[in-house]
């Protein structure tokens, strides 16, 4: 397996894990997500790939294939009266295709993109996990994430 930038040619694949990805937070949320669409459009995908501040990491198979990835985004906050600035690194999603679960893809890939924070002098890794996806939480927790703060809702 091979960890990389990902570039034009993933898109196809990029977007089967992203339905697959879509599918199971539509099952934990049906009044947020609408199940059978994806997160992004090809094009879409095709105008992230171009920017810097949003790299996409490709996880391959060895016959090539797209088996997972991870969108991140680079926070360069600048600081406020009571907040240090710093860069930061958001994982946006990160995604192993269901046929390659259990197989320690999630753990390179999230080591991968850990390596790339630092190279980008990031002082943390962030992301939100949905209530209810408890395998995710799960995962993060075993990567050594903790919990920073919550977001609650009202539903009305």
Not at 27 to 48: A, C, M, N, V
Not at 105 to 114: A, L, M, P, T, Y
Not at 117 to 146: H, P, Q, R, S
Request: overall charge neutral; glycine content about 8%.
């Amino acid at each position: 397996m091979k960890i990389r930038k990902a570039e034009k040619k993933d898109i196809k694949g990029i977007m089967c894990l992203l339905r697959q990805v879509l599918e199971i937070h539509a099952e934990i949320r049906p009044d947020i997500f609408i199940g059978g669409t994806s997160k992004y459009t090809e094009t879409e995908l095709s105008e992230i790939l171009t920017d810097e501040s949003r790299p996409i990491y490709a996880a391959l198979s060895d016959d090539g294939s797209v088996c997972g990835y991870a969108f991140c985004v680079l926070e360069d906050i600048k600081g406020e009266n009571a907040v240090y600035p710093h860069k930061s690194l958001y994982i946006d999603d990160l995604c192993v295709d269901s046929r390659y679960r259990g197989k320690h893809i999630g753990k390179e890939i999230f080591d991968f993109v850990k390596c790339e924070a630092k190279k980008y002098g990031c002082k943390d890794i962030t992301l939100a996990v949905w209530e209810g996806n408890d395998k995710a939480y799960a995962f993060y927790k075993k990567m050594g994430m903790a919990e920073r703060k919550r977001i609650m809702e009202l539903e009305l």
